[in-house]
């Protein structure tokens, strides 16, 4: 079977046989399905590295927050107030959620070779809402 390419253009889609560095149509830049599934491990990676990452901070650090101003068993504590530690719980779980949705797009684009679009979109959308939790823990905070 011969390679294809497409068109990465929300608005354009075209593909072509053969690899082709631009679209025909629009110019904008074109990918084969190696390339795109080569991308997807890049993301399900990074959203595997988030997912662990945030997992485990939010495991050690959960007990201390829970519990503000007592001591932990490791001598620490957490003096914000309730508030701020739901706003940091709030902000671990967006990004998480993040390295989920980034997971599932490049297990998706590993899968088929090509990209899907309401999958990108919701990664998107995901991270709109993790600006919008960050500006508001920055305000929680006092920052």
Known sequence: ???????????????????VATCPTCGTKMRTPARVRGLG??????GLFLVCLLG??????????????????GGSRF?????????IFWLFGIVIAFGAATMVNGAFQI????????????TLGVAAILFVVAWFTNRT???
């Not at 491990?41 to 990074?46: D, T, V, Y």
């Open 1 to 19: 079977m011969a390679d294809t390419s497409t068109c990465y253009s929300f608005t354009c889609r075209t593909t072509v046989d053969g690899i």
């Open 41 to 46: 491990w890049f993301l399900l990676l990074i």
């Open 56 to 73: 485990v901070i939010t495991w050690n650090m959960a007990p201390m927050m829970l519990h503000p101003g007592e001591p932990s068993s």
């Open 79 to 87: 003096t914000g107030t309730a508030e701020q530690a739901r706003s």
């Open 111 to 122: 899968a088929t070779g090509r990209r899907n679009r309401w999958i990108t979109v919701g």
């Open 141 to 143: 905070l006092g920052g």
